[in-house]
């Protein structure tokens, strides 16, 4: 009997382990980039050059079309994009991105380099965005043949992001206001939020923390911000929970924001930091007496 | 000259000793290039709890439908076939989306199936799959404008390896529908419907 339900046991787990398998397996692989986001500091009227290799590693050939687009990041600001046509945004790149080549098939286990220029225009100033897209049609649906026929083409797409910041003309600032600090009715004591914009005339990816001090100047609670990315004259909500309840008392929230997350993910500088703080005041059972100006 | 000797014999020991002791630092490097890919697999349903057929053929017949079937009874068109896609992502990026975006699912500029069609994004992984909060069952025509799906959503987040996007298209079949879709009537024109649908990877 034992030896039975062993051997089911082990034909189920045979089986769990074959569908993991099969249902990973089966996907077509398709080409893979090995550069998507490139950020250029390049001083007005100077031009910088650079290469992306297109890899594929399957034993298909593979069709590719390279193509420019602009793109814009979509509320609630937490990094989703919006993809447009060239010419879309005000601060769209593309005009200023040559590449080839445009059209090219990759062979079975092979790899194409794409070489691509940046040329910066003698009068710009701020912070420019493009993507450049490396498309393969997956399925294309069958013409018609009669009644009511219906089907659908599958387009396949990676992004390589371009962030061109003009050299000597970047401004990287941001103004934050309107402090929420409100009890909380779900299981975080107390939420915190504060109102983000982007003063600046660059994409700022921004994130930060916040702590709060007695008045013996001990922390006594600490938390983080979401990460918010903006591009110029855009605005985004930090949110914070607070997580431990407060005694009746007087207290500073300060809050340490960091505008410089974007150049420190492409490892070329840090900052700016923004530090603001409020004193609040907490009464009986948590209840918030006054909350004060954001300075 | 004895002691000469004796001195040069003494150094050349120690100086071999001090080769053999000798700590030497050396240098490893290793640099991890960036990898960013989708792959997919679409799977055809010839119905309800049907053996998946796999289309991996760049050159096959797409998500065709084929010809819808007249109901002999309310006269609706519908047919029990029905498509997923599945778009496992090779990335090792820190965070990463996927965009679905598509055209009209149309015959001509006035004539399309955009409500008439269901469109569901989950969650699946080799043990099931759940509902993704950003997608559920929404119609083709919410589907065409809207749907990122970000990495954390999919389970991946410092280093941890989640699951991948699935996503199901199926013709309205008049109960259990989406919001705001509807069975194919006969006020639709007999022909071709075509639509494109773009899967984006960006960082």
Known sequence: ?295 | MKKIIILGVVGLVLGLASLCFASTSIRIAATIGETHQMNVALSRMANAGATPTVVNDLTGTGMDFGTLIQDPTDHNFRTPVYFYIDAPVVSNRASWTITHSATDFAKDGTNNLNANTNVTFVKATSTGETALSSGGLISYATAKTRAAITNTELGWSAGVTGGWLRIYYGIAQGSGDATGVSVITTDKPVGAYTGTVTLTLSP
């Open chain 1, 1 to 295: 009997m034992k030896k039975t339900i062993f051997k089911g046991s082990v034909i189920i787990l045979f089986i769990l382990f074959l569908s993991g398998f099969l249902s990973s397996a089966s996907a077509v692989d398709l080409p893979n980039i090995n550069k998507s986001k490139i950020r250029f500091s390049i001083a007005p009227g100077k031009a910088e050059y650079g290469e992306i290799i297109v890899e594929n590693q399957s034993s298909e050939p593979r069709s590719m079309r390279v193509y420019l687009s602009d793109w814009d990041y979509l509320p609630p600001a937490d990094g989703t994009k919006e993809f447009l046509p060239v010419g879309s945004i005000p601060l769209s790149s593309a005009a200023w991105i040559s590449f080839s080549p445009a059209e090219f098939t990759l062979s079975p286990f092979s790899k194409q380099k794409v070489d691509y220029s940046v040329k910066v225009p003698a009068n710009a100033s701020g912070g420019y965005y493009a993507a450049l897209f490396f498309e393969s049609i997956f399925t294309k649906a069958q013409p018609a043949k009669e009644g009511m026929q219906v089907g659908m083409n599958l387009v396949i797409r990676i992004a390589t992001l371009f962030y061109v910041d003009v050299e000597g003309t970047v401004k990287r600032t941001a103004s934050v206001d309107n402090l929420l600090f409100k009890k909380d009715a779900g299981n975080a004591p107390y939420s915190i939020g504060l109102d983000f914009r982007n003063t600046g005339n660059v994409d700022i990816s921004a994130g930060g923390t916040f702590h709060i001090m007695d008045d013996k100047g001990m922390v006594i609670s600490r938390g983080e911000f979401n990460d918010i990315h903006t591009f110029p004259a855009s605005g985004a909500k930090l949110a914070a929970a607070l997580k431990d309840s407060l005694p009746k008392g007087e207290y500073d929230l300060v809050f340490t924001l960091d505008l410089g997350k974007a150049l420190e993910e492409a490892n070329i500088g840090r900052g700016p930091i923004i530090t603001k703080e409020a004193r609040i005041s907490i009464g009986e059972n948590g209840k918030i007496l006054d909350i004060g100006q954001l300075k």
